[in-house]
């Protein structure tokens, strides 16, 4: 073996090794005997009591009413106390259930009118994995833990923004931005749009080993006067639940329903009011 | 260490579901407070999110058919669940009851109870009613 073959084997060994420290070093750190212990706590499957019978108040969408006098029903936030300011008064007055992209596209419920539904906590090295099957959606979202993950260029935006994880005490906190404009971003039954400068903070606190508080700081300053704070209550749910649902949601069966439930013409153009 | 292996064994007893949320609002498009009741024949069914879609031929006194379209008030998981087939629905005489559209003069509905008049009133509940699926 030539001096020239030697040099580059053993230049390739360090190079490998070096990548290997690298990437062992970060793992590790997610691993140690505190985060474990921290983290433990909250793996599992939770229910976000939403269709339970001791089912939480959230204020069936303050009263609010739909065009044509329907009450609003099934809002995830308690709308009555939002302190929406008259630029999310002026959006709601002109709001089209037809346009919502959540009922007429399948685009997946925004956060954080999906954290109602409870959730799959699974925790890996540096990162959990939160996933919410509720149909007809089923949402898959990463926790970066500890500063781990990848930062947004600028300009990258998501719909569910990105998500990173840290520990305050024994509080999971999790603190979200980078959101897409979304129609339906702040709550999908009040149709309350969320701009790109949505932040949303939640704070997980165990109450007991099956029970846990989340407390959710809303922040939105193009639609809110003020941040916005409210909780929910989540149980655990036992093993050997149901299956959870991996279905898509087919667009043209959603659209269809509703134009053809859809009552009226007030946000029909002219030419579609002739047809 | 210990993580990885919770994270592995937080996947494969991920079988646990969350109860699902009704998301589509019903009572935007579909008048909860009142029934109707239609019979005709079942043309198409297709069990899909977010909530199976069925049409029916309904025949009124004049011989005049009209098509109504029917909104299962569940998804396509719960109908997996029940076990629902679209071969036992296509071309079946029915009666389908339900909440109308708030669309004046429409056809269509949220249903609802469906009776297979040949079959000895078999009763399949699409969502909603004893028996039947949750709504989603």
């Known amino acids: ?275 | 260490m210990k993580l990885c292996f919770l994270g592995a064994f937080a996947v494969m007893s991920a079988v646990l579901a969350v109860p699902a949320g009704a998301h589509h609002s019903f009572n935007t498009f579909f008048d909860g407070s009142r029934t109707v009741k239609i019979e005709g024949v079942i043309k198409t069914f297709r069990l899909v999110s977010p909530h199976s879609d069925m049409t029916v031929e309904v025949k009124d006194a004049s011989g005049k058919v009209a098509t109504w379209h029917i909104t299962a008030r569940t998804g396509a998981v719960n109908a997996k669940r029940e076990g629902w087939r679209v071969e036992e629905f296509i071309g079946k005489r029915v009666t389908i009851e339900g909440n109308p559209t708030r669309r004046q003069g429409g056809t269509a509905m949220a249903a609802g109870v469906v009776t297979f008049l040949d079959e000895g009133n078999k009763v399949v509940c699409l969502g909603g009613c004893p028996g039947g699926p949750p709504v989603e």
């Open chain 1, 1 to 275: 073996m030539s001096v020239m073959t030697r040099m580059k084997r053993a230049v390739l060994t360090g190079a490998c090794f070096a990548l290997g420290m690298a990437i062992g070093t970060a793992d590790l750190r997610a691993q140690t005997d505190e985060e474990f212990d921290k983290i433990y706590p909250f793996i599992g499957n939770w229910d976000g009591q939403i269709g339970s019978p001791n089912e939480q108040d959230r204020g069936n969408c303050g009263g609010r009413l739909g065009d044509y006098g329907e009450k609003l029903l099934n809002c995830t936030i308690p709308v009555g106390q939002l302190p929406l300011n008259a630029r999310a008064e002026a959006w709601l007055q002109y709001m089209d259930a037809r346009q919502s992209p959540s009922m007429a596209d399948c685009q997946q419920i925004p956060y954080p009118a999906v954290l109602a539904e409870g959730s799959e906590i699974m925790a890996y090295p540096g990162r959990l994995e939160i996933r919410i099957s509720s149909n007809p959606w089923f949402l898959y979202r990463t926790v970066w833990m500890n500063g781990t993950g990848p930062k947004p260029m600028p300009g990258q935006f998501f719909q569910h923004g990105i998500s990173y994880g840290h520990f305050d005490g024994n509080d999971l906190i999790i603190v979200s931005d980078h959101f897409t404009f979304d129609p339906d971003g702040l709550d999908d039954h009040l149709h309350m749009a969320s701009s790109t400068r949505k932040k949303i903070t939640e704070r997980y606190t165990m109450i007991d080993n099956d029970n846990l508080r989340l407390t959710i700081t809303l922040e939105d300053p193009t639609f809110l006067t003020r941040p916005f704070k409210y909780a929910f209550l989540w149980t655990r749910i036992p093993r050997g639940g149901l299956q959870p649902g991996w279905v898509t949601c087919d667009p043209e069966v959603a659209r269809a329903e509703v134009e053809y439930g859809y009552p009226g013409t007030k946000y029909q153009e002219p030419a579609e009011t002739a047809r």
